[in-house]
Every structure is written in C-alpha cells, then in structure tokens.
C-alpha cells in the first residue's frame, strides 16, 4: 500500500461525508472529520453531521473530531493538529484504515502539507524572570535563539521581545520532526449550478428540520451573539433573524449567497494546495466506484 490515509475533500455540499462513509466501509476505515465546526456539539444540524450517514446496511461506522468540545470553548488549529495525530494513530493501532473527511481547507493542509505547529507556554515564572533583563539584554538573548531573526519590530518594545523569545524557546524544545503523512486525496466537485441548487435544496431541508430552534438552544444555552456571529453562516445569519435584525426572507438570501460564496472560496483553497504540490484526484459527484478504481490503483 503506497498510502496511510485517504481523504475525502472537496466544496460544501458535494456528498463528502456519504462517499468517504463508503470508502471506509469497502476498506476497513474509520473517519477522522475535518471540519472546524463540527468538533462542536450541540452544533448539528447547522454544521451537516449527518449522522445517519455514517450507516451502511445498519453497520456503523466510526468517527472522531465530532462533538469534542463546546460551543462557549474555542477550537483552533493547534488543536485539531493535536486531536487529528491522537485520533490517526488510535485507528492505525486498531488496524484500521484513517480516512480523513471534511471541507475546512486550513485543516486539510496542515495534514495533507505536514504542517509543524508548536503550543507556547507563557510562563509567568519565566516571564519574571526575563522582566528583570533590560532591552539591550533581552535582545542579544533573542538574537541568540533566532539567528535568522528578520522582524526587527520585535526588538522595539520589550513585551514583544520576551514573547518573541518564549517562542524560540519552545521551537527549541520541541524539536521533533513529525513524519509526513502519505495520502491519497479524493476530491469531490459538480458544476458550480449543481453545487448551487444542491446548497438552496439542502438549506430549505435543514430549516425545515429544526435549524432555527437549534440556533435558538444554544443562546439560551449562553452561547453568545459574538460566538454565533463568530462561526458563522448559518449560525450569524439565523442569529440575527432571531435578534431581529433582518426578517425571514432576508435572512434565507442572505445566508444562501454566503454559503455559495464559501464554496467558490474552498475551490481556491483547494487549487492554491494543487499548486503547492498536492495531489487531489478530482471525480464528478461521490461516485464510489471512481473513488475506488483511484484508492485501488494504488494499494
């Protein structure tokens, strides 16, 4: 097998989650989500988890990064690094095919382009301790650790000049050189008219389903106007109307128009990675037998 993972990419809906639930039920695999919204919980029908799309034939199939932390918590990239190495080696132990499934481009490519991301550890004792140095010191200190220093407003003002150098002390601590993932990449996409009428059929069906009272939960709940306003589309536009700030009919163009613009902005990003390197095997719709032929012609 020339692979470690497959994953399953493309634009908003294109029925990613569908065909990678196929993919890891043909390959004995289990999926590791890759949207940055999803790790939410209580945040379901707005985000598309789609639960019972992880059934085939009554048989479930696993996945990870899905409701792992609350709304009121905050999620980043560090952290879906974090979670996304914990969760690949649990299943690759289990003997299970990883299979990585999702829409968020800046996830995807930390994965995908190995990206090395280190946690900073303001320490208050250390902090202190380089406080007592003055600028003049605290600038040789940092030149020391950061050779190929270049942003020479980091040695203006002093807060800067210790943060920049609780920074290179972590990169120096945290040597490690993560092995790069090999992984063959499946993109999904349909014409930019179907991903249109796909977007207003889906959008229609969810706010049938209850993703206005979901909306409505979570701010009793004490999720914040900010918060909802933060993680956006569905949840900024459904917000407002609930706050009364637009009325239904603009609330539905107005969210319909964004989610299409999301969709056009995830092909950039996906394009920018091609031309970075990455290698995404594009097929027509989630055609199974495609994705196969391309996994199997690899194994």
Known sequence: MNFDLITVLGPTAVGKTKLAVQIANEYKGEIISADSRQVYGGMDIGTGKDLDDYFIDGKKT??????????????????????FNKCFNLVKEKGYLPILAGGTGLYLSSVLQNYQIEKVNFDEEKIAELNELSIEQLTVKLKDLNLNLHNTTDLLDKDRIINAILVAFQKKDN????????????????????????????LKQRLNSGMIEEVERLMNDGVSYDKMKFFGLEYKF?????????????????????????A????????????????????????????????????
Do not use: C
């Not at 696993?62 to 974090?82: A, G, M």
């Not at 092995?179 to 889906?202: D, P």
């Not at 950039?268 to 037998?289: A, S």
């Open 62 to 83: 696993n996945y990870h990064l899905i409701d792992v932390i609350s709304p009121k918590e905050e999620f980043n990239l560090f952290l879906f690094k974090e979670y």
């Open 175 to 202: 040597i490690k050189n993560e092995v790069a993932i090999k992984s063959i990449n499946i993109g999904v996409v349909k014409t930019r008219e179907e991903i249109k009428k796909n977007i207003e059929t889906r």
């Open 238 to 262: 459904i917000a407002m109307y609930l706050k009364s700030e637009i009325n239904y009919n603009d609330m539905f163009q107005k969210l319909r128009s964004a989610i299409n613009a999301f």
């Open 264 to 299: 056009k902005r995830q092909m950039t990003w996906y394009r920018k990675m091609e031309k970075e390197g990455v290698k995404i095997h594009w097929i027509d719709g989630p055609d199974f037998e495609k994705a196969k032929e391309i996994i199997d012609s690899s194994l």
